[in-house]
């Protein structure tokens, strides 16, 4: 079982910038995929940005609408990762939630609680 901390969410006027936090326990995460996707009112669950284990280390992956604007990353025991987010618009607000991928045979999804991102006009 993994257990994710989300913060860093709140309000923030448009062209502002929020740093989200998740830190993850609970089993070994070098080796796992962690990331954000995001939840707007009346809109289905998106991917944000992620971070992926490769044997190069970790990769970083993003929707075509965040790369520009949103920077993540993760620390190098692996158990963290950060979502920098820039120049936000109120179009991003959402709940943010931290995502944990465990890949293997059967690959395995946790989930954080979410973050409230609030961006005013």
């Known amino acids: 079982q993994v257990q994710m901390v989300e913060s860093g969410g709140g309000v923030v006027q448009a062209g502002g910038s929020l740093r989200l936090s998740c830190v993850a326990s609970g089993r070994t995460l070098v080796n796992v995929d962690m990331g954000w996707y995001r939840q707007a009112p009346g809109k289905e669950r998106e991917f944000v940005a992620r971070t992926r284990w490769t044997c190069r280390g970790y990769t970083s992956d993003y929707d075509d609408c965040a790369k520009d604007r949103f920077t993540i990353s993760r620390d190098n025991a692996g158990n963290a990762t950060y979502v920098e987010m820039n120049s936000l618009q109120p179009e991003t607000t959402a709940i943010y939630y931290c995502?944990?991928?465990?890949?293997?045979?059967?690959?395995?999804?946790?989930w954080g609680q979410g973050t409230q991102v609030t961006v005013s006009s």
């Open positions: 995502s944990v991928h465990v890949p293997g045979p059967v690959p395995v999804e946790y």
